[in-house]
Each structure stands twice: as structure tokens, then as C-alpha cells.
């Protein structure tokens, strides 16, 4: 019976000297976040990132208390939906000297809407836990960068003139209009294509960055000019190119516009001859009225 008592008296002077250093029957505690950043996230679908939650604890943890560490997501944007496999998990520290235990939790990040191509945003996951009688509490944050990808949803052109009917030496002027239906900004490249150098076109504009809806007007109108310098009759085409402005390694796509040209030698209009023949008529009628006139005197 004493002999057992002596233990407990043991027992309890070691415990008088170890909880001090746990600071009070409080065993220190950390938590440890990482997670990559996503690639971009197309819409209408997903990307799954892993959260690796590290939970520490210190010196003096005598009894297997649960800890439950928890993981939530804040400052999500509007057009992402974000999904943690679990939302938390249980943790008993055992070791009286301290240690550490690791859970990697997938996280599902889906692309509700369509939003502005490769705009950087972030979400904020949020790692804490309250502790237990013995473990102190603790938190931790970390931002994750996300974007949505370019969705390439193609151009829509219009020429308003795509056949040019020209006197050799006279120029006319056309208008392409080009709206951009894609998420994101594009960068654009006009060639004139299969046209001799009988024809000189120029743009004002043969490269430029067309907005999308979500950054600006995504219509733009460019003056082209066509110039005659022989005649005959060509078929070509317009070549518009196309990229997302932001990432350039993303791929160029290419729509053709098809355009005739005719040009001819100067000479008298159908018009002028027209109105030659409306004198002509003009002066026989009225010799013919003065002969009559003279043969009745």
C-alpha cells in the first residue's frame, strides 16, 4: 500500500515539474498550409488542387486527447463554386515530447460562369482548430491565386463591300468589322491574301487588340483601301488572326474573308454616252422643226 502511494506522490511531483513547461496544462499547437495554385479554369468545368494541413503539437501532451482541425474556404468569387473533399478531420497527439500529423484534403474548384479570361482573383483557405483541454488552439491562412481560362468561342466579321469594281488609278475605301465573342481580349493580324501588285491595300490598322465584352466595346471597325494600278479581274482573300492577348503560347486561329476586285482602262462612261445620245436626239428635233418651218415658208 505505501509502496503505491509512493508512485502517486511520484507521480504527481513529475506533473508539477512538466506542466509548467506545457504553460499551464496547455500543450502548444501549429498549423502548416500548402497548396499550388491552379491551372486556369475553363468554364462550365473543373480543377481539383491539394490542400497538404500540417498539425503540430509541443512538449507535454501526457494524455490522447481528439483535436478536430478544421478547413474553410473564404472570399470565393461569384463565377467559382469551391468543394473540400471534407471540411474537417480528427487528430489525437500522442507523444509527450511533441509531433506533427499530415492530412491532404482535394479540393474541386468548378467554374460556375463565364467570366473575364486570365483576370487574377483569389480565395482564401482558412485552417483552425479550437484546441482541447489540453492543446492550445491555433490557425492558419493561405491565398490561392485562380483564373478562368480562354474560351476560344471564335470572331465574327463582316466586309461591307467584298466586291470592288475599280478604274485603273481610282482607290475605294471598305470597312471591316470584326466583333470578338470570346472571354477574353484578343490580339488580331490582317493580311490581304492571292492579290497581285496590280492592287495596293492598306489598313490603318493591320494589328490590333479587340476587347472582349467583359473589358471593354468588342466590336471594331477597320478602314481598308483598295487601289487599282492595272486592270483585270482577281479573286482573294482577307486573313484575320487571332489570339488571346494575355497569353500568347495559347495558339493563333484564322478566318478568311473572300474578296473580288475588277479593275478597267479609263474611257467614257456608260453615263457620258447616255447623255450624248440624249444631245444628239435633243439637236435632230430641233433641226427637224426648223426644216419644217422653212419648208412651209
Known sequence: MSMAFGKAIIMVAILAILLPSAEGCFVSSGIDLDVSDPQPIPPSDSVTINANVTFRWGFGSFLPLP?????????????????????????TPKGFTGGEERKVIPIKLTASAETKAFSYESITLHAYTNGSFLVQGSETEKKVTVMQDFVDKGISTQLSDSTINLVKGESEKVYLNITNMCNGDIYVKINIMNLSSDWKVTATQPELVISSKY??????????TFRASGKGTEEGWIEVTYSPSSNPGWGEKTV???????????????????????????????????????KKA
Open 67 to 91: 483535436v478536430t482541425v478544421y478547413l474553410e474556404v473564404k472570399d470565393v468569387p461569384n463565377w467559382l463554386y469551391v468543394s473540400p473533399s471534407v471540411s474537417s478531420f480528427s487528430v
Open 215 to 224: 473589358t471593354g466595346t468588342p466590336t471594331k471597325s477597320i478602314p481598308l
Open 256 to 294: 478568311a474573308i473572300p474578296v473580288f476586285v475588277k479593275s478597267s482602262e479609263p474611257g467614257i462612261s456608260g453615263g457620258a454616252i447616255a447623255s450624248a445620245i440624249f444631245l444628239l436626239l435633243i439637236i435632230a428635233l430641233i433641226i427637224a422643226i426648223i426644216w419644217k418651218k422653212y
